[in-house]
């Protein structure tokens, strides 16, 4: 296996007294998907733009292809592919005049941007919207177009910061799809995510934070594996009675956890587990068993949910 | 390692002095105001050269029917021709101004423009330096615009005046520059109006429609001190041709705001964005 493209040991953050990134160790491998799961806060975004090169570490080690980014920033960002959280298309410009500039930004040719273009396009499904000013876009063809003006310079990594946020779930999987895309023809993709679905969906590996921390690290299998169980029965007696009704629940299960609205009770059986809690007389308003999720894990690992 | 043309081109940089600020890029920074402007901004341009047409009509003739020659420096002159080079130098003002600091106040807070080209391989200063390069051209079409409407109407007694035009861009790159270190400070787009206040006074006051020895000493000294006040005095110099070491003064005091500017725009896009 061939070394690491980004090594991060110890690294560390701190914006006066706040420490927003809190020793963290994570490599990233070529060709992986790579992601940080956690909640608004966390410090993903932080240190995003720490491997970015765009925000200096107040500690720690880093290397991103073999390079410090303090020493070597306009080298490294020339990798880089950036899809900011926040959009920041050029919105004096049209479509194809936002993948040109910005490929000039990188120093690329007219002749070599012409055909790239023209790939891109392709590649975000706006070949319609070409000569379309931004502001007309909505915000799921704004988001693919950030993505399409990050793949101008052909980069390496691929950086993409809550991508999904703020999308339709129709948006969101022509996204994913792209994304996949991506992947398949090896870019090697950084994603930041507070959406354990999209995690799911997107991460071969990731590292789950909270308050500048690295909590678990994994594969989204692994880590249900390790920190839940298969299935969770999720019932609710009503906002009253919860709190009282999950004493006596427990013991019946292997973990409970008892949320404002509903108890999530751990079990390898969700139905079996039912079952039970009807013939101890108990009668939930409602009932659902699902599969544990990376929710579950970010709720064992922190006893909070990931969206507020 | 992959190397494409972005890596190729980046890397061919290594090692050279300031390679972490300045990328030898500016010239993409001005493609992009190039094309911009195309679609947008030359209402603005279109705007801001009327300005001072209008004050030369409304001042230079009304007013100066009722005050007829003038006397500057011992020479007599029109109403009209003394006026012309102030109105040159306050529109390269305001334009630079304009530029510097409501348009890049919202590329770096609203649409975060500032953001998207610093995530590439570009550096601050060469955004710095593209910006500012725009002000110029801003500076250079009002200076032949303006030029192309007083010198048939003779305004432009002197042979020299021809060099009002570099002086022009040489002013709108001072205030430029000032201007977009400035606007680097702003919180809010209110403290921008700040300059708006400081503005008016100046160009009011500055020489622009009456000699400032109409002052007392001591505030003639002031006046003297602030940039309209030299810009107007470098054109009108130029205009009239009063050549002077005077004007290498002023010249200079332009040169010192131009670096004074550049250190402090790129220094603090350096903090804002590589925080």
């Not at chain 1, 690294?11 to 006066?16: A, G, H, M, S």
């Not at chain 1, 940080?36 to 491997?51: D, E, F, Q, V």
């Not at chain 1, 609205?261 to 007389?281: F, H, N, Q, T, V």
């Not at chain 2, 010249?251 to 903090?271: D, E, H, P, Q, W």
Request: aromatic residues 10%; neutral net charge; charged residues 20%.
């Amino acid at each position: 296996m061939s070394s690491p493209l980004i090594t991060a040991r110890g690294l560390t953050k701190k914006f006066d007294e706040f420490v927003a990134v809190d020793e963290i160790d994570f490599d990233v491998a070529r060709g992986e998907s790579f992601g940080l799961l956690g909640p608004n806060g966390a410090g993903k975004s932080t240190t995003m733009r720490i491997i970015g090169a765009t925000s200096q570490r107040t500690s720690g080690d880093l290397t991103i292809l073999g390079m410090d980014p303090e020493k070597f920033g306009p080298q490294i960002r020339a990798h880089l592919g950036v899809v900011p959280q926040q959009d920041n298309l050029d919105m004096n410009l049209s479509v194809s005049e936002n993948l040109y500039i910005y490929g000039r930004y990188f120093g690329l040719s007219r002749k070599f941007l012409k055909t790239k273009i023209e790939e891109l396009l392709e590649f975000a499904q706006l070949q319609e919207k070409r000569n379309a000013k931004v502001e007309s876009l909505s915000g799921g063809m704004k988001r693919r177009l950030t993505i399409a003006r990050g793949l101008v310079s052909e980069p390496e990594i691929l950086m993409l910061d809550e991508p999904t946020t703020g999308l339709d779930p129709q948006a969101r999987h022509i996204l994913w799809d792209r994304l996949f895309r991506l992947k398949e023809q090896g870019v090697t993709l950084v994603i930041t995510t507070h959406f354990m679905d999209e995690a799911e969906q997107l991460c071969d590996r990731l590292v789950v934070m909270d308050k500048g921390k690295i909590m678990a690290e994994g594969s989204p299998a692994q880590l249900i594996k390790d920190y839940s169980t298969k299935e969770v029965l999720e019932i609710r007696f009503g906002s009253e009675r919860n709190s009282e009704m999950a004493d006596q629940l427990r013991g019946m299960c292997d973990r409970i956890e008892e949320l404002p609205d509903r108890i999530l009770l751990y079990s390898e059986d969700g139905e079996a587990l039912l079952e039970k809690i009807y013939s101890a007389g108990l009668h939930p308003k409602t009932s659902l068993v699902r599969r544990s999720s990376l929710e579950d894990v970010f709720l064992r690992l922190t006893g909070r949910t990931l969206v507020d | 390692m992959i190397i494409s043309a972005a890596v190729a081109i980046a890397e061919a940089r290594r090692g050279r002095l300031g390679e972490r600020v300045y990328s030898g890029r500016s010239r993409a920074i001005f493609e992009r105001g190039y094309i911009a402007f195309k679609s947008s901004t030359w209402m603005v341009i279109l705007s801001g050269f009327v300005e001072p047409v209008l004050y030369l009509f409304a001042f230079g003739y009304g007013l100066g029917e009722l005050i007829g020659n003038i006397e500057s420096n011992g020479l007599s002159i029109p109403y009209a021709a003394y006026i012309a080079p102030a109105l040159l130098a306050t529109s390269a003002m305001n334009g630079a101004i304009y530029d510097s600091t409501f348009n890049i106040y919202f590329k770096l807070k609203h649409d975060r423009i500032y953001h998207g080209m610093l995530a590439t391989s570009l550096g601050p200063l060469d955004v710095a330096l593209g910006e500012i390069g725009l002000a110029l051209v801003r500076g250079f079409l009002y200076g032949v615009g303006f030029m192309a409407v007083v010198a048939p109407l003779g305004l432009i007694p002197s042979l020299w005046g021809i060099l009002a035009i570099p002086a022009a861009v040489l002013i709108a790159f001072g205030f430029a520059a000032v201007g977009m270190a400035l606007t680097t400070y702003m919180k809010s787009f209110q403290q921008l109006e700040i300059i708006n206040i400081f503005l008016l006074p100046m160009f009011l006051f500055s020489g622009s429609f009456y000699p400032l020895t109409v002052f007392p000493e001591w505030l003639q000294f002031i006046i003297k001190a602030l940039p309209l006040s030299q810009a107007i005095h470098l054109v009108r110099g130029l205009t009239l041709g009063q050549i002077n070491l005077g004007l290498l003064g002023h010249v200079s005091y332009f040169i010192v705001m131009i670096i004074v500017g550049l250190f402090f725009t790129t220094k603090r896009l350096n903090a804002l964005f590589m925080k």
